[in-house]
């Protein structure tokens, strides 16, 4: 037997007196530690239960255009009023040792940890239901070490002050269960029309599951994801002992008949633009659903509510009321890219669908100021001329053919120039310069100015046969208006949180997408639409409306079997209609294929009354000159029409226009022949 040495021993024992010291010195530190922390938590008292604000929302002018939950009752029931089956589901699914831990569950918390170190991501929670209930009271689910900190003080604070039945009784009654509905008592009545003390095991176990994700859990929503969501719940009851597995099973073959009778929510100004702020609250700013719909937020908005009064009139009073037809609407401002107005639908309660942002359509002839665009790029000009007759093209390395057809099959059989092109909607036209400078320039230029939709590169697409986006199409022309600056679309101005601070604000943010003086040049090929002094073989096509316009301005309307389009503009608005049938229905009614434009007219007309008429500003790099429209020469005195036109500088026409001289100086020798006739008449009567 070895014998250890004494100064080994007494080096041993050393280390052994150091580590129990230190050991000691650790244990009173964190003893006070605690001891201090509960004192500061029973110093602090019981923290107060703070009540679900609503988050409101205003316009651009300061009114109140609607809340997160407008009139609904959130219902605060005692424990003893909440199903007891419901209580263990979620005790079972949210945190089993609840009654035994401290605000904390140390070994569950180890336990995520590990999981996540494993996974390298965050895979696992093991938040008890006081850090929740701790969370939901303060409002915010903001991921940083502050607001953890402040939860830990507060789970202390809860549970220093609080019984587990309250704590529990606070979480039920204020947790998320979607759909608006706060509450187990809200959540019973809206999904299955009881009260919480009347759920079914299999009706518990359903809503037990939801608060992880309201809407990704919502059997309204997404029924399979939720009932793979109940039997987790369902296996957890089993496993903390409150229910057997034949219990279980019997739960989960059970039907559900969930109430269908919920009232659509009729938000009383601009209900779709509504919708689409809460969209950008949630996806945009990353804001969560319960914050949005319970944080207090004030949430400032774009909207002017005289703009959007005036486009829900003129869509009422235009629209045949027993006519199905749907019609989209937006407005924006060209410079600061802000929505003023917006309608998906002739009626939110009937159809919540938001076509102007969510629906996708042909935009028809709409699409073409994008192809001259492009074409102006590649050395195209007002003036350049091309033949407007019927063509069949071949592509696809002539395997396809196509044979576009214009309006009514009226053809000029002779040339016409770029801007009568676009002013009479020439198809012909169109799908040959589209071929000339190359399928994917329009393309490109389509996803340039923001067009999210797929886009086909084939000789059709020059006429608008690929569905786009309304919201896309008007903010695109809202780019051109702006000589090319991209502004928007912009909802959301600032967003403020229930304790004043403003948590986001929009800042302007001007990206040049397009060429300034290209951008101007096509604006002012736009203009031709309402020009009479364009017509050739067909009359413009805004002639319909033309004489209900008092000031300049610039658009392109467009029509195919199952959609209208107008979309034009003035240096100070937009605005973008388009009308048609849900479910592909062909637009054959006259009258219905003049909707989009006279509700545009009307729009643009009262929404700018009473302020001033301004001409669209010329860029530096422009040049205008007076032309014949008929050949795109520069006008002289014998030519009867003339008009202004824009070019980009160094590609305006310099050859005169000679048609008219010729003709001028014929009809004054004929003039001058028949006045010597009628002088020789006189003297031969006179003998």
């Not at 019973?188 to 994700?213: D, R, V, W």
Request: charged share 25%.
């Amino acid at each position: 037997m070895e014998i250890i040495p004494s100064n080994r021993f007494r080096g041993t024992l050393k280390y052994i007196r150091a580590f129990a010291f230190v050991s000691l010195i650790l244990a009173i530190l964190f003893s006070i530690g605690i001891i201090g922390v509960i004192a500061f938590a029973k110093i602090e008292g019981a923290p107060p239960l703070a009540v679900p604000q609503t988050t409101i929302f205003y316009a651009d002018d300061g009114s109140k255009i609607g809340e997160s939950h407008n009139g609904q009752k959130r219902y605060w029931v005692n424990l003893d009023q909440i199903s007891p089956t419901l209580i263990n589901a979620t005790i079972a699914v949210e945190d089993r040792k609840f009654f035994e831990h401290y605000g904390f569950d140390m070994k569950r918390i180890a336990a995520a940890a590990l999981a996540d170190i494993k996974a390298m991501a965050k895979i696992q929670g093991a938040s008890t239901i006081t850090q929740q209930y701790a969370r939901n009271l303060f409002l915010s689910h903001n991921k940083t070490w502050a607001r953890k900190f402040q939860e830990a003080l507060y789970t202390i604070r809860l549970e220093a002050n609080y019984s587990k039945n309250e704590i529990l009784e606070g979480y039920l009654n204020t947790i998320y269960y979607g759909h608006g509905a706060y509450g187990i008592e809200a959540a019973a009545n809206y999904y299955f029309s009881k009260t919480a003390k009347q759920l079914t095991l299999s009706e518990a176990s359903m809503l037990a599951g939801i608060p992880k994700g309201p809407y990704y859990y919502s059997p309204l929503i997404n029924e399979k994801r939720a009932k793979q969501r109940q039997k987790a719940v369902l296996t957890s009851m089993v496993k903390a002992g409150y229910i057997s597995k034949k219990e279980a099973e019997k739960a989960y073959e059970t039907p559900l008949v969930y109430s269908r009778n919920h009232e659509v929510e009729k938000k009383q100004v601009a209900p779709y633009f509504q919708d689409i702020v809460n969209h950008v609250l949630k996806n945009d700013l990353g804001i969560d659903e319960q914050t949005i719909e319970m944080g207090g937020l004030r949430v400032y908005t774009s909207l002017d509510p005289k703009l959007q009064a005036i486009a829900e009139k003129h869509i009422n009073e235009t629209i045949d009321k027993n006519s199905d037809i749907q019609v989209a609407f937006i407005a924006m401002e060209p410079h600061t890219g802000e929505v003023k107005a917006l309608i998906g639908g002739r009626d939110y309660e009937k159809s919540t669908f938001n076509r102007a942002v969510q629906a996708e359509r042909q935009p028809g002839s709409t699409f073409k100021p994008f192809l001259y665009y492009a074409a102006l790029k590649k050395g195209f000009t007002p003036s350049t001329e091309m033949r407007s007759e019927p063509t069949t093209f071949t592509f696809d390395n002539g395997k396809s053919t196509y044979t576009p057809r214009n309006y009514n099959n009226y053809y000029a059989n002779d040339t016409i120039t770029l801007a009568q092109a676009i002013a009479l909607s020439d198809n012909v036209f169109a799908v040959k310069t589209h071929l000339f400078i190359g399928e994917e320039e329009l393309v490109k230029t389509a996803k340039q100015l923001g067009i999210t939709s797929k886009l086909k590169e084939v000789p059709s697409l020059a006429l608008g046969t690929s569905p786009v986006k309304v919201i896309d199409m008007v903010n695109a022309y809202s780019i051109i208006a702006n000589n090319g600056k991209k502004a928007g679309p912009v909802f959301i101005k600032k967003v403020v949180n229930y304790q004043g601070e403003t948590i986001y604000e929009h800042k302007k943010s001007e990206e040049q997408i397009l060429d300034r003086d290209v951008a101007y040049v096509t604006t002012q090929l736009m203009t031709g639409m309402f020009d009479s002094r364009l017509n050739d073989y067909t009359s413009v096509t805004g002639q319909t409306i033309a004489k209900e316009i008092t000031r300049p301005y610039a658009g392109k309307s467009g029509t195919t079997k199952t959609d209208s389009w107008m979309i034009g503009y003035t240096p100070q608005l937009v605005a973008g209609v388009w009308t048609g049938y849900d479910k592909g229905q062909t637009i054959d009614k006259v009258a219905e294929k003049q909707y989009a434009k006279k509700i545009w007219a009307h729009f643009m007309e009262e929404g700018l009354e009473g302020k001033p008429v301004k001409a669209f500003k010329p860029t530096e790099g422009v040049v205008g000159v007076y032309i014949n429209p008929d050949n795109g020469k520069l006008a002289t005195k014998a030519c009867p029409v003339r008009r202004l036109t824009y070019y980009i500088a160094g590609t305006e026409p310099s050859e005169y226009c000679t048609d008219h001289i010729h003709h001028k100086t014929k009809q004054k020798e004929s003039n001058e022949n028949k006045e010597k006739k009628n002088w020789l008449e006189k003297i031969l009567n006179w003998f």
